[in-house]
């Protein structure tokens, strides 16, 4: 099962925001793009790499356009953390930070 978290919605949201000021066609376009590349994850958890900034086998990444879909394998389930710009490194150490905080209270 895929799971979105908050935050990933967020970041997903924050990028239509952002593509729609210029067209809603084409932010429309790309965040069901992003949401359908999700969709492979299900059956297959293991295609992306691993978050390199992170090192740990169960944070992983798969790319879209400008963007990292940043994810994190747990329980037989995939979580999506974060949809971060490439450019962006922070945010993909703040999703793994987040993330052994989420592990360290189950």
Do not use: C
Not at 46 to 73: C, H, K, M, P, T
Not at 93 to 101: F, I, T, V, W
């Amino acid at each position: 099962m895929v799971i979105w978290t908050d935050a990933a919605k967020a970041d997903l949201r924050g990028i239509y925001d952002f593509i729609a000021h210029d067209s809603k066609f084409y932010a429309k376009k790309v965040a069901q793009e992003i949401t359908e590349k999700t969709d492979i994850l299900e059956s297959h958890p293991f295609i992306g790499r691993v978050v390199a900034e992170i090192s740990d086998e169960n944070i992983r990444e798969i790319s879209i356009y400008s963007y990292r879909i940043i994810y994190q394998l747990m329980d037989g389930q995939v979580f999506i953390l974060a949809i971060a710009h490439k450019r962006r490194r922070s945010e993909v150490q703040s999703s793994g930070q987040a993330l052994r905080k989420l592990d360290d209270n189950k």
